[in-house]
């Protein structure tokens, strides 16, 4: 990965571990030992899902920039779908807390997204390379009038 990607990565699943810390804390004191445990699995879940999106846009947009938007499009809405799956999966569990899970996968996504954004607005990505040093000048030709 290049140190642009890392960093997106870090801006990234660090607010949204964060937010994950704060779901966990108040779903112990709402709903005790399972909503913490709920809270953690929630966060875990987004930020391994949505992490693994990003490395995934990222290639694509070096490898086939034509394909980024749409890719990041699919991308986004299969992301929602599983995590909704997820949800509808572990509703009834006894595992943990489903609401705490479920508020918490909501707001870890909702954390992720504005922190992705975030990022890439601070980000100094070149849209255009800039040409080569090493290649040659093209030749100046003198026209007689």
């Not at 779901?23 to 709402?30: F, K, M, Q, R």
């Not at 999966?89 to 595992?95: A, D, G």
């Amino acid at each position: 990965m290049l140190s642009n990607d890392v960093r997106n990565l870090l801006h990234t699943a660090v607010p949204t571990a964060a937010a994950g810390v704060v779901a966990a804390v108040v779903s112990g004191v709402v709903a005790g030992g399972k909503g913490v445990v709920g809270a953690v699995v929630g966060t875990l879940v987004v930020i391994l899902f949505m992490g693994i999106g990003l490395v995934v846009l990222q290639r694509t947009a070096r490898s086939l920039p034509h394909l980024f938007q749409a890719m990041g499009l699919m991308l986004y809405t299969a992301q929602l779908l599983l995590l909704v799956i997820f949800v509808a999966v572990f509703k009834n569990t006894s595992l943990f807390n489903p609401k705490a899970f479920a508020i918490t996968l909501v707001v870890a996504t909702v954390v992720w997204v504005a922190a992705q954004a975030r990022s890439f607005m601070k980000a100094k990505i070149l849209y255009v390379e800039p040409e080569s040093s090493k290649g040659s000048a093209p030749e100046k030709t003198e026209t007689s009038a």
